[in-house]
């Protein structure tokens, strides 16, 4: 089975802290993800690595940075943590089934910024 | 981008048939049809997965008519364990601008 784990469940930082949250694949998958979900909006994709130190922004990266320095690993980076990063954050890795990803997810970290 | 919609809720009871629709009429031609299933507290599961016509596997079919712009995730029969949240997520394996749009998610409660 493919196994994704994450750093922590839960988090609690403060406003202005820089905050690291690790991902870690054991599936020797080319692809990683870091999502956030709020409720009402679904998943989000943040940021996107299809190769060790390659990645790709997602559709909300502002605020966010990613660090790639081996292939199962895939961090994200809140340089100056905000309430509004208050969320769950979701990371997954994938291979390519046909033309599409087949992501498998994490636990998640539920992430609160007083 | 192929923004995606979803029914934001979902009833049923035990043992009946249910079908999710999502429109995404904005589909490209690489892109894929992928739905993943949510239970409180775990990452999203991936359920199937298609292009084109009808997919099958051994929890669910998918429904993909001709001009892609819709696609409709069936269960069959379900049961108590079935209640999450079903999202469809449309996009491809393509290196130049990952565009992978999830939609908001259908919560689907099964009563008995």
């Known amino acids: 089975d493919v196994k994704v784990t994450q750093s922590s469940r839960y988090l609690v930082k403060r406003t202005g802290e820089k905050v690291f949250l690790e991902c870690v694949q054991d599936?020797?998958?080319?692809?990683m993800f870091w999502y956030r979900q709020d409720p009402g909006l679904g998943l989000r994709l943040i940021y996107f690595?299809?190769?060790?130190?390659?990645?790709e922004k997602g559709d909300i990266p502002e605020g966010y940075s990613v660090s790639r320095e081996k292939k199962e690993r895939f961090s994200l980076i809140l340089e100056s943590a905000s309430t509004n990063q208050t969320s769950m954050y979701l990371c997954?890795?994938?291979?390519?089934?046909?033309?599409?990803?087949?992501?498998?997810f994490g636990p998640g970290t539920r992430l609160t910024v007083t | 981008l192929a923004k995606t919609t979803q029914p934001i809720s979902m009833d049923s009871y035990e043992g009946q048939e249910v079908n999710i629709t999502c429109s995404h009429n904005n589909i490209a031609t690489n892109d894929y049809i992928t739905w993943y299933q949510q239970f409180p507290s775990q990452g999203p599961r991936f359920i199937i997965q298609g292009y084109k016509t009808k997919v099958t596997n051994e929890v669910a079919s998918l429904f993909i008519p001709a001009d892609r712009k819709s696609s409709t995730l069936s269960l069959p029969r379900v049961s108590l364990s079935d209640t999450a949240v079903y999202y469809c997520l449309v996009g491809g394996a393509n290196q130049a601008g990952t565009a992978l749009i999830f939609g908001k998610g259908t919560t689907l409660s099964v009563s008995s």
């Open positions: 599936m020797d998958h080319e692809n």
């Open positions: 690595s299809y190769d060790v130190k390659m990645k």
């Open positions: 997954a890795s994938s291979f390519v089934r046909g033309g599409a990803y087949e992501q498998y």
